[in-house]
Structure formats: C-alpha cells, structure tokens
C-alpha cells in the first residue's frame, strides 16, 4: 500500500525553525514535492527535488529560507524551515510522482498525497 505520513507541524514564533518529515512506504521516493495551503488560498507547490538527480526547485516566496532533502535509507523527505513568517502559517503536504513531472511545482503532476501538517507561525 502506497502512503505518505507527514509530521512534524505545530505552532512556532516568527523568526523560528521547523523541520517536517514525510515518510513513504510502499513506493521508493525519487520525485518529490512540498505544496502549502494558506487559510483562504490555493494549494501552492513550495519545493521539489528529485532524489536521481539532486535537483532542488525552489518557489520565489521560499527561496533562501526553506531546503529539502531526502534520506534515502530511511525513504523519507524533510522539508526544513528557517525565519518562519506569519504568511508561511498553513497546512503543509508532501507528494510524490510516479515519474519525473514536466511541471514541478504543479499538483497534477503528483501521484501521492499526505495527508497534511498544520504549520502555524504567530507570537
């Protein structure tokens, strides 16, 4: 069974750090996604890498403050925060495709879903 498990949300001030972690069973992580969703937003693609190719995309509002990685023995994705702000307050979701998106940062590119994080940035 194919299933991705995220943890590692919770609340924290701005300015402060945050590691999430998605664990993937059934399936051998390669192309990987972080989306975020902002209450009253759209879902947006944050960061992807791809774990053949070591290629890390990252969206502008993320740039320079947030890093992905994988940890191939443990078949798990991290996404690491830095200098949280208010605006990064929501739910956070990893996803997985089956092959190589053409679209990186797209949410029909993804095969497999988490089931989501909240992350809450406020004093």
């Known amino acids: 069974q194919v299933q991705l498990v995220e943890s590692g949300g919770g ?8 590691r999430l972690s998605c664990v993937a069973s059934g399936f051998t992580l390669d192309a990987i996604a972080w989306f975020r969703q902002a209450p009253g937003k759209e879902r947006e ?12 995309y990252y969206a502008d509002s ?9 940890d191939n023995a443990k078949n798990t994705a991290y996404l690491h925060m830095y200098r949280l ?11 997985a495709a089956r092959y ?3 679209k990186v940062l797209e949410e029909g590119e993804y095969d497999y879903w988490g089931q989501g994080t909240q992350v809450t940035v406020s004093s």
């Open 62 to 70: 993320v740039k320079g403050r947030f890093t992905i990685g994988v």
């Open 45 to 56: 693609g944050i960061l992807y890498i791809s774990r053949t190719y070591n290629s890390p």
């Open 85 to 95: 702000k208010p605006e990064d307050t929501g739910t956070y979701y990893c996803a």
């Open 100 to 102: 190589f998106p053409s």
């Open 11 to 18: 609340l924290v001030q701005p300015g402060g750090s945050l």
